[in-house]
């Protein structure tokens, strides 16, 4: 494995431990050493230009095909050595990486293919932090909110209403759900209201069906293997999303929020949102989103505000995410809390903050 490679594959793995999975702190550095031309597999990763190999997240995409193949339950040798089972706590390094190179033999056409497409992630355990922007939104708005998600993936995050919420003590959503986020709350507890939704639409640019069982497995191969109840998070949205046939528009997002700002509704709060999005966009697309928002929310009248709600990284510390909320007319930009990527933890702020986000 060239530097570049190595360097990318070992950062990850490093970012993965601070995000609480040991066991992708563990799997990734040893491929950073032990990975080799062997295989077509291996060799289709370390061929991939040097040029896009962050930008198409090649380390997790690795993984995340090694994780399908363990759920899809082709190779069980390897599921020995993946958790939840026993024998992936051992922390035998050179038994997991046997058990990796038989797969990458053995089902090399299923890992290739995996590989060939871009990672897909629906975290649902972020609608916690979207949800206090949400009720923002709704209580400074005075009306019911017409949501307009972007980089939506399977959409799940949609039906934020129906989760169950735990904030602090606080709680907000049916006591049944299926997706029952508890995170840990640094703070005092949050003031929950009601919050009517009129209407809510969605966007991505290669958007997953819930209905169909192979773009599932990718959606759920990208969820880290020792992290399974994030696993049964999405489980249960994906069962919810099924109920309530969400549904996706395929569209890139400027053109998309474009037309929609166009057709925004009176007396109703327009709400766009995001989450860990905006990374991935190229700078002429963020540029273009921010004007078609800003403009539209200068023109916003008090009878039909626009609010901007997205959970993005925070500006002084990559290691954290921040929640940031705009609403128009006014359109200043505050911070209402701080958060893990995956939703682990909120630290609400007793004071939200002006700042550019």
């Known amino acids: 494995m060239g530097e570049l490679a190595r360097r990318h594959f070992e950062r990850q793995g490093e970012a993965c431990g601070r995000l609480g999975s040991?066991?992708?702190?563990?799997?990734?550095?040893?491929a950073a050493a032990r990975l080799t031309p062997e295989t077509?597999?291996?060799?289709?990763?370390?061929?991939?230009?040097?040029?896009?190999?962050?930008?198409?997240?090649?380390?997790?995409?690795f993984a995340g095909a090694l994780h399908a193949?363990?759920?899809?339950?082709?190779a069980p040798e390897l599921a020995e050595r993946y958790p939840p089972r026993a024998a992936a706590e051992a922390g035998d390094d050179d038994a997991l990486w046997a058990a990796v190179e038989a797969a990458m033999t053995g089902y090399g056409d299923f890992l290739g293919e995996f590989l060939r497409h871009p990672p897909q992630t629906n975290e649902t355990a972020?609608?916690?932090?979207?949800?206090?922007?949400?009720?923002?939104?709704?209580?400074?708005?005075?009306?019911?909110?017409?949501?307009?998600?972007?980089?939506?993936?399977?959409?799940?995050?949609?039906?934020?209403?129906?989760?169950?919420?735990?904030?602090?003590?606080?709680?907000?959503?049916?006591?049944?759900?299926?997706?029952?986020?508890?995170?840990?709350?640094?703070?005092?507890p949050p003031d929950l209201g009601p919050v009517e939704i009129a209407a809510s639409?969605?966007?991505?640019?290669?958007?997953?069906?819930?209905?169909?069982?192979?773009?599932?497995?990718?959606?759920?191969?990208?969820?880290?293997?020792?992290?399974?109840?994030?696993?049964?998070r999405l489980d249960g949205a994906i069962e919810i999303a099924k109920a309530r046939a969400t549904r996706v528009a395929r569209a890139d997002a400027v053109d998309w929020i474009g037309a929609s700002l166009q057709r925004?509704?009176?007396?109703?709060?327009?709400?766009?949102?995001?989450?860990?999005?905006?990374?991935?966009?190229?700078?002429?697309?963020?540029?273009?989103?921010?004007?078609?928002?800003?403009?539209?929310?200068d023109l916003a009248e008090a009878d039909a505000?626009?609010?901007?709600?997205?959970?993005?990284?925070?500006?002084?510390?990559?290691w954290k995410?921040?929640?940031?909320?705009?609403?128009?007319?006014?359109g200043e930009t505050r911070v209402l809390a701080h958060c893990d990527y995956h939703g682990r933890w909120i630290e609400p702020l007793e004071e939200a903050t002006g700042a550019a986000a």
């Not at 040991?22 to 040893?30: G, I, K």
């Not at 193949?69 to 082709?74: A, C, D, F, I, N």
């Not at 209905?211 to 497995?217: K, T």
């Not at 505000?305 to 990559?318: C, I, K």
Request: charged letters at 25%.
């Open 201 to 232: 639409f969605a966007c991505d640019l290669r958007p997953l069906d819930v209905r169909d069982p192979a773009q599932m497995l990718r959606l759920r191969a990208y969820v880290w293997p020792d992290q399974q109840p994030r696993l049964q």
């Open 40 to 61: 077509d597999f291996g060799r289709a990763v370390l061929d991939w230009p040097d040029e896009r190999m962050f930008e198409d997240a090649l380390s997790l995409r």
């Open 22 to 30: 040991p066991f992708m702190a563990r799997l990734l550095p040893l």
């Open 264 to 297: 925004r509704p009176k007396d109703r709060t327009t709400v766009i949102f995001h989450s860990i999005f905006w990374q991935y966009l190229p700078h002429e697309s963020q540029q273009a989103l921010r004007s078609a928002i800003e403009v539209t929310g």
């Open 126 to 188: 972020r609608a916690a932090a979207l949800m206090l922007g949400f009720q923002d939104a709704a209580r400074r708005g005075g009306r019911p909110l017409h949501m307009l998600e972007i980089g939506a993936s399977a959409g799940l995050n949609q039906n934020w209403d129906r989760f169950r919420y735990d904030l602090g003590g606080a709680g907000w959503g049916p006591a049944d759900s299926a997706v029952r986020l508890a995170p840990e709350w640094r703070g005092p």
């Open 69 to 74: 193949l363990v759920l899809s339950g082709r």
């Open 321 to 330: 995410a921040a929640l940031y909320v705009n609403l128009w007319p006014g």
């Open 305 to 318: 505000p626009l609010a901007w709600v997205r959970m993005e990284p925070w500006r002084e510390d990559p």
